[in-house]
């Protein structure tokens, strides 16, 4: 199924508005299509049951397109998601009952194509009429609802409540309130009046909700706004009117007699021209807020003249995308909003409740930590929830229920009324596709770092994702992460060498928000983490997070109706083994026990989880794969990493649909491993611990994109068939698809590599975690690997010669070096002309290498060690300056052979005056202990296992 970006709410996807009503149409024109459509009497009641969905779908698409649906709207929409859910659970369960027994090869056109005479036999036809008959029934009660509440009279232009805007406040802040804003706003304004800058200079301020964007940039505008000839202020709305907001600046401007004659009947053009003939000759300071798209920006900016007068213009916004594009041009800026210290955030707090913090008792600093800590340094949050305290009861008990009730408080308290809009804003400006995989977030605990590779495959498997043209479901993924990263929405935690975003991480008032947002729809349903009951209980779970159970809890799960749970997440193993028994979430598609250690809970049931796509049980140490797992015939992702699992079940090769295979390292391949085509990541299987025919196979993969596998050490003989067989099927893979190829071994050799050919025309990542060295830099990397963008290698010689394929490398973005043998010369560099990261390593800490001018251009983080004593040869200099990018340098000095005068503190104060003389004056980070190697910094023992940063 493919669709376009622009089609995407059509597409029949599993969503949070619509629920499965879009797949479910999809499935029943399947059946119709099919040989059981043929059957008597049930094409009928399947196409009389089709019909009546796709007329309550388009209403159902357009009421939850109001902005203001209203009650009695909210639970309808509310009572056909729910039959909607229900109806593809009946059909799920009932095809699955046709299809037991039938191979699963053939796919779905060839199973609809076997059905009749599976019907005859199991009685079927009986069985799916009468739950037919029971849809029908309620299909017939939701209509004569929608009937009695008659919704077809309201029309998209409903009744909106006219509230006060919540970031009025902001403009009228008293000095004497704001904290942290000092030294953002002196910097911000010097830059505004910058001698010599004649032209219009932009600043653009961009941050999260509640981060004080507005504040600043008013406050920016105060300061300087003597130094004007007129100053405006506007607002802009998600839904921009170009011509209000150019009335709105000309209302804000000096204006001669008579020059707003007839402005009610200006059109957007005449508008536009009024204000550029008002502000030609003036120098002008607008300031233009909360900015939500770049062609809202695209049509106000040519209001403002280009007159030479320097005039300045400045826009807050909370997409990164947008703030980048309003930035475009000479000498303008991006100014990213930060959160406030802890410092800062504890005087405000406590500054607008007792007016100091001396002043609060110490009765109550443990809650105020607590509270403050859910802030997470949004100035909004912390004056909301602070004026929200001044005004109940000084007492601990008091401040523990608010702390508790944030989430309902943003809803229902006057007080947090400005917080919870400013923060729905966000989340109302969402296209539908992206707001449910933001409330699929809700599923993870407050200051959870949630790995983007697990989302993104948990999304997938929820049925969240289509194709677009061009993309498979996985890049539409992670495009929907970054959207959600652009809009600010949720924060990126820790950068890969390629700029990709490792995790990320919901701010706590937002994930407050979803959580209400998911719960009002019936979305996600969360034990722990604040949540202490079942919410909505007169629905069916659809979804459900344990983030803390005990055996209350436990009871009360084991009295609900777990049949129509899609997803199970468990983040804490406690009184797991009180939880109901697997067999009863038949309608699972997601079962992830991830970071559960010494995971208690009986997995019999397994093979009742027909439609499970997506299984982890990483970190659990869980030593023995439940039986049942061999059934999960349409399981797309499992996860045994940081388990006890060292033998797959024979039977694991008959999950053919499965892409994702991510084991211990200690595990054998699978025999018949040839089979699964559609695996595309694999990784952590022990090459030398497995049968030779079983790594021959692994050439079979053609769809492969990522291979990481481990070899044993051994005598130089004894696994030379592997290594031979290994190599063989790297010919076959780098011909297709590989894209990374990680191989860990201690012990051996990985002599074998160097005479990969052809080389892998797609390969992008090339890692090596060994003790063994290449003499040179293998042949089969060349500049004809033109995607080719990590190294990590082991070199036994640091030479120029050996740098000179690696700087021709046209794509290199992160070369990782390791040598043996001391430098017999300083190592000149040359070339690599993409290169962002270079870290180099020696046994001997003395590897050295010296920069001349143009190379690596790009270069923004080195890292290097070399001995104290080094410096007596080769003195610290390395041409740093003419890197001419550089951010970062971290340099591990050892005192290796070191005399007395040869001391590290020298050494250190050479380099730091070297990184100071720097013209972008990068930041130096010594580290005169060695240490083991990580994803951040340089050093260590070859001996270390190391991994790629992403």
Not at 4 to 9: G, L
Not at 196 to 224: D, Q
Not at 775 to 799: D, G, H, K, M
Not at 812 to 839: I, M, Q, S, Y
């Amino acid at each position: 199924m493919i669709c376009t970006k622009q089609s995407a709410s059509m597409a029949p996807v599993v969503s949070a508005a619509l629920g499965a009503l879009g797949p479910l149409l999809t499935k029943l024109g399947g059946l119709l299509a099919g040989e059981y459509g043929r059957l008597k009497g049930v094409r009928r009641e399947i196409r009389s049951l089709e019909s009546e969905l796709i007329s309550m779908h388009a209403a159902l698409k357009e009421y939850t397109e109001l902005e203001d649906p209203g009650g009695q709207v909210k639970a309808w929409i509310s009572l056909v998601r729910e039959l909607a859910y229900d109806t593809e659970d009946v059909f799920d369960k009932f095809i699955h009952q046709l299809h037991k027994g039938c191979v699963r090869r053939g796919g779905f056109k060839e199973f609809l194509g076997k059905i009749a005479l599976p019907l005859k036999k199991l009685g079927a036809q009986r069985a799916i009429a009468d739950h037919i008959d029971e849809l029908k029934d309620r299909i017939k009660q939701v209509k004569e609802l929608k009937d009695s509440y008659k919704l077809d009279n309201i029309s998209c232009s409903a009744s909106r409540h006219t509230a006060v805007d919540p970031r009025l406040c902001a403009l009228f802040a008293e000095e004497a309130h704001l904290v942290g804003i000092d030294g953002p706003r002196d910097d911000l304004a010097k830059w505004m009046v910058e001698e010599g800058k004649m032209h219009c200079r932009v600043l653009s301020i961009v941050g999260f909700g509640g981060l004080g964007k507005t504040t600043l940039a008013n406050e920016v505008s105060r300061k300087i706004q003597g130094r004007f000839d007129c100053r405006a202020f506007v607002s802009v709305s998600q839904k921009p009117v170009i011509k209000k907001i150019i009335k709105d600046v000309i209302s804000k401007v000096p204006c001669p007699d008579g020059f707003t004659k007839d402005i009610d009947i200006w059109d957007e053009m005449t508008a536009i021209t009024k204000l550029r003939e008002l502000l030609q000759d003036k120098r002008y300071l607008v300031v233009i807020d909360d900015i939500w798209s770049a062609s809202a920006w695209d049509a106000i900016k040519y209001a403002f003249p280009e007159n030479n007068c320097s005039s300045r213009i400045i826009f807050t916004t909370r997409i990164v995308d947008v703030a980048k594009s309003c930035c475009l041009g000479r000498d303008n800026r991006l100014y990213e909003m930060e959160a406030l210290s802890d410092f800062h955030s504890r005087r405000l707090f406590f500054n607008r409740i007792f007016g100091s913090e001396d002043c609060c008792s110490n009765m109550l600093k443990k809650v105020s930590d607590e509270i403050l800590k859910k802030c997470g340094g949004l100035p909004l949050a912390i004056i909301s929830i602070s004026s929200l305290l001044a005004n109940i009861p000084v007492a601990k008990e008091e401040w523990e229920k608010v702390k508790r009730s944030i989430g309902s408080a943003l809803e229902n308290s006057r007080s947090l009324e400005g917080m919870g809009s400013i923060l729905s804003l966000s989340y109302n400006n969402l296209p539908a596709y992206l707001k449910t995989c933001l409330l699929y977030l809700s599923a993870f605990p407050e200051d959870y770092e949630i790995e983007r590779e697990r989302l993104v495959r948990r999304w997938i498997a929820e049925g969240f994702i289509c194709e677009e043209r061009g993309k498979s479901q996985y890049e539409v993924a992670e495009s929907y992460f970054y959207e959600l990263i652009n809009k600010s929405m949720v924060q990126p935690v820790g950068f890969g060498y390629d700029g990709k975003v490792r995790a990320c991480r919901v701010h706590d008032m937002m994930l407050e928000i979803i959580i209400s947002k998911s719960a009002e729809d019936n979305f996600m349903t969360v034990l722990g983490g604040g949540q202490t009951s079942f919410a909505n209980r007169h629905r069916f779970i659809r979804r459900l997070s344990i983030q803390h159970i005990d055996q209350e809890l436990a009871s009360a799960l084991a009295n609900e109706d777990l049949s129509h749970v899609r997803s199970l997440t468990v983040t804490s193993s406690g009184c797991m083994k009180h939880l109901p028994s697997l067999a009863e979430f038949e309608a699972l598609r997601v079962l992830d026990f991830e970071g559960c250690e010494d995971l208690e809970y009986d997995m019999n049931g397994m093979d009742k989880l027909f439609q499970l796509k997506y299984l982890s049980l990483g970190r659990t140490h869980k030593s023995k794969l439940p039986q049942g797992i061999v059934m999960l015939g349409d399981l797309e992702t499992l996860d045994l990493r940081g388990t006890g699992v060292q033998d797959l079940p024979s039977g694991i090769v008959r999950l053919i649909k499965l892409q994702h295979l991510l084991v211990q390292s200690g595990t054998k391949i699978p025999n018949g491993i040839g089979d699964m085509r559609n695996l595309r990541v694999l990784s952590g299987f022990t090459i030398t611990q497995s049968r030779v025919d079983a790594v021959e196979d692994l050439g079979s993969l053609t769809s492969l994109h990522e291979l990481d596998v481990y070899l044993d050490g051994g005598e130089p003989d004894e696994y030379k068939r592997h290594e031979e067989m290994l190599l063989s099927s790297l010919f076959k893979l780098g011909r297709c698809k590989l894209l990374t190829l990680r191989i860990n071994r201690y012990g051996g050799s990985l002599e074998f590599l160097g005479s990969w050919s052809p080389p892998p025309s797609s390969l992008q990542l090339f890692y090596m975690s060994s003790n063994y060295y290449f003499q040179y830099v293998p042949r089969w990397i060349t500049p004809a690997l033109s995607s080719l963008s990590y190294i990590n290698i082991n070199l036994i010689e640091l030479t120029d010669e050996g740098l000179h394929p690696l700087g021709e490398l046209p794509s290199l973005l992160r070369l990782e070096l390791w040598f043996k043998a001391r430098p017999k010369d300083r190592v000149t560099v040359h070339g690599f002309p993409c290169l962002k990261e270079f870290n180099i390593s020696s046994n001997h800490a003395s590897a050295y290498v010296t920069f001349v001018k143009g190379a690596m251009p790009k270069l923004e983080i080195f890292g290097l060690q070399f001995d104290v004593s080094v410096a007596k040869t080769y003195g610290f200099y390395v041409g740093i300056e003419y890197l001419t990018c550089l951010k970062h340098v971290r340099v591990r000095l050892y005192n290796n052979g070191a005399t007395p005068s040869e001391s590290k503190a020298a050494a250190a104060a050479a380099i730091r005056n070297e990184g100071a003389a720097h013209p972008n004056h990068p930041t130096v980070t010594i580290y005169g202990e060695p240490v083991e190697k990580d994803n951040e910094e340089t050093g260590g023992n070859d001996e270390d296992k190391r991994k790629e940063g992403n």
